[in-house]
């Protein structure tokens, strides 16, 4: 039949241990979810901080769709508002927003060189373990894709050495989503400065989380004027709203406006959403509580995690990957761990490389200690 392929994908993916499936989520939290009328403890949420059941207050109202593209008549004040505020804690020029980080990532790396005689002279460094957003938009991109060894600076010096492209692009995630380890960020700017490339982070995992006032992974390099050249921040995760923002040079904002596609096709983030994540990010500034607390608790689990011989991946963040390397094993575990009450996600490939799928374990300012005490118990019992 026409488009048969379609079948044996899906019988091979399941045969493989790699099928997905969606859950309708009844209600969700940092801390709990509700499955199928069961609740469990919920160690799968970005919400790292626990801020989505907070309210947000907001002055006047705010209209919920913004009706087109920011090009024609969609670039409400809430949007712009929101640009100018991250431009002015950031310490960049300009910026603007997206739908998602996925777009966000993707079409700033096609945008960038969508000429294709420019292109024909230009590279793109990437990690090895960077998003697939930002891979994707590498892919879709005329540069040519150099990968290099995960946080291997070595390994991107010799990649760099090698090259002969006159425009050169690094690009790196702040804190990697699978492992939760973070990017050497000061390595990778002397090197983007020594072979005059820019350098470009993805944030989404770090914004709202890192720095003395939730700035993310740049924050201690504000006051030096010592920044990536674009800089991408997501609000799904610690901020708990959702859409993303890329911030720059005024001459790299408005070149994206002239040659990114997805910008100038899609229409405008919602200026309802944009006044919140505004909200959002003004009270995350000042949740140093929050964050001392999310602390505490990934400090408390890595103790108990090693007390009770689980062996977890180098990682301070609140993402804590539990490695077991076999996809059905993987999901074996997983199951064992919903029959205790204990919500997490089973990342197999080709989310990350073969014989690499894990447990992805992310902590919240929302967990106590004793659910973190249970949750190290459960997984010793599925892990056995």
């Given at each position: ?34 499955v199928d009328n069961k609740r469990y403890l919920n160690f799968a949420s970005n919400d790292y901080l626990g801020f989505a059941d907070e309210p947000t207050l907001l002055e006047g109202m705010h209209s919920l769709g913004s ?126 400065k020594a072979h005059n490339a820019w350098l470009m982070i993805d944030d989404a995992h770090g914004f709202g989380v890192l720095g003395k006032s939730g700035l993310g992974s740049c924050e201690p390099l504000i006051a030096a ?55 959002r990010i003004k009270t995350i500034r000042d949740a140093n509580h929050k964050r001392a607390k999310l602390n505490a608790n990934i400090a408390l689990f890595k103790r108990l995690a090693n007390e009770q011989k689980i062996a ?73």
């Amino acid at each position: 039949m026409s488009f048969d392929f379609i079948n044996s994908h899906l019988q091979a993916r399941q045969q493989s241990a790699l099928n997905r499936k969606r859950y309708v989520i009844e209600q969700a939290s940092a801390r709990e979810i509700i499955v199928d009328n069961k609740r469990y403890l919920n160690f799968a949420s970005n919400d790292y901080l626990g801020f989505a059941d907070e309210p947000t207050l907001l002055e006047g109202m705010h209209s919920l769709g913004s009706h087109s593209s920011a090009l024609v008549t969609g670039y409400q004040g809430a949007q712009q508002q929101l640009e100018k505020y991250l431009c002015a804690q950031l310490g960049y020029n300009n910026a603007m927003l997206f739908n998602s980080g996925f777009s966000a990532n993707s079409s700033v790396i096609k945008a960038l060189f969508q000429d294709k005689a420019i292109a024909q002279q230009s590279a793109i460094f990437q990690d090895k373990l960077n998003h697939a957003s930002l891979i994707d938009g590498a892919l879709h991109a005329n540069a040519a894709l150099v990968r290099f060894n995960h946080n291997d600076m070595n390994h991107l010096r010799s990649r760099l050495e090698k090259s002969n492209a006159k425009y050169k692009l690094i690009v790196s995630e702040g804190v990697f989503s699978m492992d939760g380890d973070q990017a050497p960020l000061i390595e990778l700017l002397s090197l983007a400065k020594a072979h005059n490339a820019w350098l470009m982070i993805d944030d989404a995992h770090g914004f709202g989380v890192l720095g003395k006032s939730g700035l993310g992974s740049c924050e201690p390099l504000i006051a030096a004027d010592n920044l990536p050249d674009i800089l991408v921040i997501t609000f799904g995760k610690a901020v708990a709203s959702s859409g993303a923002c890329v911030l720059g040079s005024s001459e790299f904002i408005d070149y994206m406006l002239q040659f990114n596609r997805d910008y100038t096709y899609s229409t405008a983030m919602s200026p309802f959403i944009a006044s919140h994540t505004l909200s959002r990010i003004k009270t995350i500034r000042d949740a140093n509580h929050k964050r001392a607390k999310l602390n505490a608790n990934i400090a408390l689990f890595k103790r108990l995690a090693n007390e009770q011989k689980i062996a977890l991946m180098d990682s301070t963040t609140a993402i804590q990957p539990l490695v077991l390397g076999c996809a059905e094993q993987t999901l074996k575990a997983c199951e064992q761990l919903k029959q205790q009450g204990i919500w997490l996600t089973a990342i197999r490939p080709p989310t990350v490389q073969h014989n690499t799928s894990r447990l992805r374990i992310t902590l919240t300012a929302a967990h106590t200690e004793q659910d973190i005490t249970t949750l190290v118990n459960c997984l010793k019992k599925a892990i056995a």
